[in-house]
């Protein structure tokens, strides 16, 4: 029996993440509940294959017959992807992110994916879409965390930072009382993977456990460098392909050493959340790290020895796996369409006026 799709009582509800790292689809059930009450029932994710990865890469200089194709192909292998992941598990409602391959605001947003074929694949609603509203109101269209954030992990007293290091880093400042900040703040992992599939010849796509940086030592010219090209292109949100493998080379010269380098991009990401912190102040006494960064521990040295007064803790301390946040937070999405209430806070996206936020597709 389909649930009720205005303002149910409780709903079990499967959000789907494809960041701006492409490197795979996160999954994570979610029970809501009156209240706001939550649990996670499970969560996974599921790396791309080789070919579509490549291809969810290249998207933003297809073709319109490749990106057609794409836009069905992505969401035929998701639909595949959340088939097994459930088996004879029931959700109420799939909400798709889908995967960012231009984003503009507030002129323009595309997350290639068609909620319709998911819906006709799972036989289930599919809420998608989900930044297209704030950006035609002349809002970012993103961050879309920081509501579902005040949702999961608001603190009962003080304050505390959730950061996010994907392709992108973004930030999320939660207060007990008052206002917070949200922010993208720079790039995360970006940089980095690109520099390594770079110098590697492709044989490597990330620097996986912080091998590749580890020996490393900062090149503060090369840091100064980088801080001031990315400086022009910083704002409340930002798109992976402005930081790509094209914008990156000319400004690595090839005399600096492969470790030099890899620790000095690091370096860059731990500045910039820096940055972002030091100018919007919380009195936070801890940050809580999740995303493909946290798995990587030359940075989160890094970040933990340029930030000494915060305690550097993984995000599976407030009881969710930092892995699963993001895909947490579009379910929770759903939550707050199902409810007929607004995703995004204007304070952060300097929308026009607030929206429930999606498109909803019928099987």
């Known amino acids: 029996m389909m649930i009720e799709l205005s303002k149910p009582r409780q709903a079990r509800i499967l959000g789907l993440m494809s960041g701006t790292s492409c490197d795979g689809l996160d999954l994570a059930v979610i029970d809501f509940a009156e209240d706001d009450a939550w649990s996670v029932v499970s969560g996974g994710e599921i790396a791309f294959p080789d070919k579509l990865r490549a291809r969810l890469l290249a998207a933003s200089n297809a073709t319109t017959q490749e990106l057609a194709r794409l836009n069905f192909d992505f969401m035929h292998w998701c639909a595949d992807q959340v088939q097994a992941f459930l088996g004879e598990g029931h959700v109420d409602l799939v909400v798709s992110h889908g995967q960012t391959i231009f984003h503009e605001p507030p002129r323009a947003t595309w997350q290639l994916g068609d909620g319709n074929v998911l819906a006709a694949r799972l036989s289930l609603p599919v809420l998608w879409n989900l ?4 950006v035609a109101l002349g809002g970012e269209g993103a961050p879309l965390v920081p509501v579902p954030d005040q949702l999961f992990f608001r603190p009962s007293v003080g304050a505390r930072w959730l950061l996010n290091i994907g392709g992108i880093a973004n930030l999320t400042g939660l207060r007990a009382s008052g206002e917070g900040w ?101 009195d936070a006494s801890a940050v809580f790290v999740g995303g493909g960064g946290a798995h990587n521990p030359t940075l989160m040295d890094a970040l933990q020895a340029r930030l000494p007064q915060l305690d550097v803790n993984p995000f599976s301390t407030l009881g969710m796996s930092g892995d699963l946040r993001e895909a947490a937070c579009f379910a929770a999405l759903g939550w707050l369409f199902l409810q007929g209430r607004p995703g995004a806070d204007t304070r952060v996206t300097k929308a026009k006026s607030p929206q429930k936020l999606g498109s909803l597709a019928l099987p």
């Open 131 to 134: 930044r297209s509203a704030d």
């Open 182 to 282: 949200a922010g993208d703040v720079g790039p995360g992992n970006c940089c980095l993977d690109h520099f390594i599939s770079m110098r590697s010849g492709g044989r490597l796509l990330m620097d996986r456990g912080g091998e590749v940086s580890r020996p490393g030592l900062v090149d503060a010219n090369l840091l100064a460098e980088l801080r001031q090209a990315i400086a022009p292109h910083l704002g409340a949100s930002l798109a992976r392909e402005t930081f790509d493998a094209d914008w990156l080379s000319p400004l690595i010269s090839s005399s600096i050493g492969t470790a030099d380098a890899a620790r000095t991009l690091v370096q860059l990401t731990v500045e910039l959340i820096a940055d972002a912190m030091e100018a919007n102040r919380l």
